[in-house]
């Protein structure tokens, strides 16, 4: 299938010159791309692997062992190599592997081979993708709507470089050195920390504005879908002159050097600057600087290589008070003059790196802009944290991110087998497993094909994510008003909102406030509706807490009733100070008694709730003067809540665990 030429792509100069600093040094960790819908992303993925020389492997090997690194071989290859036997060479081009979003655990890592089973009776596995990506490109579109499973073993093979596959009677290990490159539009969510740690640089794809540029990139398409063949002979004399760049660039980068003094400037910056944790931002913007100079054609780093290796391998790792590119230069105003060249130390060529990172935003100009989004994805980041859920017994069809549970469908993770019937879903090794001890009764010859009965078959049983619905309850009483908190509420609520978003879940939302609660948000995966309802929230009278909750409970339970899989989760933010009572009446004690009635109730059905007090202070002064703790604990006790109180506005974050 033809590709559409790199050298051919109009700007995206950054994307570019990341894939090709991958290419050059793989160790440097992939790249994530990130950008809104049409802006080329894919196109330039798939234009790579063109420009890479083919590799030497093994031949009959599976996995295409590196012949000549035998510590990374297969157990095969390596007993073969051992045994000083001559292995068969090949060469192949560069494999770029797809990863689909709905690919399952076995379709990634590999399967037990039914056919080889029934035939002779022996286990035999079949090799998955990440076998498939080795020595190669690994390449997921829309990485961040992968499921969570899916990437935590993405995570393990990335950061071993070996793939571990224990289940089914399998217990086998191979080689999976790959360079993951992902995609992924901001609108559609952010990543989990987890999975940005393994991701060496991050760029954004840009949305050309350039009436001219644009023109072009429209051009150039046209003409490349029209006649892919002659496009890409017109292009032939760029694209060989940039795979010869690239060839130059990997045979110079063992020789490149790096200043002491430059490593101490950079982890100066790295800590001091930027606030990046751990020291997997030295380590990335060290490698990228080495390949920078080897794609200049230079066998030293210099200024200008450090400066747009941390544009590259930074921003999805600074931390608030992110600095710009002259901050970097000031800092080397500032900085003694030692500039003994050395070798990098071998630790820094081959440490596994480990790091956590905070989320990005949706625009950001390199590292400078990452301040200006900053404190709305802690907002996001923190609020992850508060909504969790255990497994329990029901069976659900839907898909979501938020919490474990059984499902009917096919793509969800194989945790154990069962007897049913009829069988749907065949767990294949544990229905052989059930068979064999049967064999020789039922007459099976030795080496002929096996024998199976009906109450031999397993089905399997299987989990994923699945979504929730959230019923937020809002205190929009005068009392939060009179703290002038609303605008903390509104920033919680949009955290929410967007986390829900992300977790596939339905949101509705109700307001209490005078004697009534009132639903001012239906049930619904529409965001920006939900975000118009949060932004047009208005406050004032008094606080019927008792009706809001009642309200709440009925909300979730109808909705149960409409969706038996239906899992209801309520948050209430309020701060406890009831006024009004369930009859409508403003009383000195009932309306206080009414609302613990009401949430007794909600903990009686189990319904998972968040409390969130709205009062910053732990004490309130009652009515006599005297210090008391704050209502909203009281009240989260009897939900059986989780407690959550707003922080101080001298604080950076916006809640703290009660």
């Known amino acids: 299938m033809a590709t559409f030429p790199l050298s051919a792509i109009v700007g995206q100069q950054n994307l570019r010159l990341a894939l090709i600093l991958n290419a050059i040094d793989p160790s440097i960790g992939g790249v994530l791309i990130c950008g ?5 992303k894919s196109t330039a993925v798939r234009a790579l692997t063109s420009l890479l020389p083919p590799i030497t492997g093994i031949a009959d090997c599976q996995y295409f062992c590196d012949p000549t690194a035998p510590q990374w071989m297969c ?7 051992e045994r000083n036997e001559t292995l068969p060479l090949d060469a192949r081009p560069v494999h770029l592997v797809t990863l689909p979003l709905n690919a399952d655990e076995d379709h990634v890592t590999g ?30 579109d829309e990485i961040n709507l992968l499921n969570d499973h899916i990437m935590d073993i993405l995570l393990d093979a990335a950061a ?5 596959v224990e289940r089914d009677t399998i217990s086998i290990a191979h080689p999976a050195h790959f360079v993951m490159i992902g995609t992924m539009n901001p609108e559609e969510g952010h990543l989990r920390p987890q999975l940005l ?8 794809a840009e949305d050309e504005r350039d009436p001219t540029n644009r023109a072009l990139i429209v051009e150039r398409r046209l003409a490349f879908d029209a006649s892919p063949v002659n496009f890409i002979t017109q292009w032939t004399e760029a694209e060989q002159a940039l795979q010869e760049r690239i060839r130059h660039a990997r045979q110079l980068l063992p020789s490149v050097l790096v200043s002491r003094y430059f490593r101490q400037v950079v982890a100066v910056l790295v800590d001091r600057q930027l606030h990046a944790e751990g020291h997997r931002g030295d380590l990335v913007v060290l490698r990228t600087a080495r390949a920078l100079a080897a794609w200049e054609g230079r066998r030293e780093v210099e200024l200008a290589d450090i400066e747009q290796a941390v544009k590259l391998a930074l921003p999805h790792r600074a931390r608030s008070g992110a600095s710009n ?3 970097l230069s000031q800092l080397f105003d500032e900085s003694p003059q030692g500039t003994t060249n050395v070798d990098i130390p071998e630790e820094i060529a081959t440490i596994d790196d480990d790091i956590d990172v905070d989320k990005k935003g949706d625009e950001r100009e390199g590292a400078a802009g990452i301040s200006r989004k900053l404190r709305g994805e802690q907002d996001v980041v923190q609020i992850q944290a508060l909504v969790s859920l255990t497994r329990d017994r029901l069976v659900r069809h839907e898909a979501g991110r938020r919490f474990l549970s059984l499902t009917t469908r096919h793509s969800g993770r194989f945790t154990r087998s069962r007897q049913a019937n009829p069988v749907t879903d065949i767990a294949f090794s544990a229905t052989i497993r059930a068979a064999a001890p049967y064999q020789k009764a039922r007459g099976r010859i030795s080496g002929g094909k096996l024998e199976l009965h009906p109450d031999d078959l397993r089905q399997k049983v299987r989990e994923r994510k699945t979504r929730s619905l959230l019923v937020f309850v809002v205190d929009g009483s005068d009392s939060v008003m009179a703290r002038q908190y609303m605008p903390k509420t509104k920033r919680i609520l949009l955290a929410f909102m967007q986390n829900a978003y992300e977790k596939r879940d339905r949101v509705a939302m109700l307001v209490f406030r005078f004697a009534q609660g009132r639903v001012v948000l239906s049930p619904t995966r529409n965001f920006t509706k939900a975000r118009r309802s949060i932004e047009e929230l208005y406050i004032g009278g008094c606080t019927p807490l008792a009706t809001g909750l009642l309200e709440g409970l009925r909300l979730a339970e109808t909705e149960s009733l409409r969706d038996k899989t239906a899992r209801p989760i309520l948050i209430v933010l309020t701060d406890g100070l009831a006024n009004i009572d369930l009859s409508g009446n403003m009383r000195h004690d009932t309306p206080h008694r009414d609302a613990l009635h009401i949430a007794h109730e909600i903990a009686i059905r189990k319904i998972p709730v968040v409390l969130i007090d709205t009062n910053p202070y ?4 009652n009515e006599a003067g005297e210090k008391v703790a704050s209502p909203a604990r009281e009240l989260a006790q009897a939900l059986d809540a989780d407690y959550y109180q707003y922080c101080l506005p001298h604080e950076t974050n916006l809640l703290k665990r009660g």
């Open 36 to 40: 809104r819908r049409g802006t080329g």
């Open 75 to 81: 157990n095969d290859c390596q007993r073969r190599y």
């Open 111 to 140: 399967t037990f081979d039914l056919a080889t089973a029934l035939s002779s009776g022996t286990g035999h596995f079949v090799p998955g993708l990440l076998a498939a990506a080795n020595r190669g490109f690994l390449y997921v």
């Open 160 to 164: 071993l470089g070996v793939n571990r």
């Open 197 to 204: 740690d393994r991701i060496g640089l991050y760029v954004e």
């Open 325 to 327: 590119s002259q901050h």
């Open 618 to 621: 732990p004490t309130v002064t």
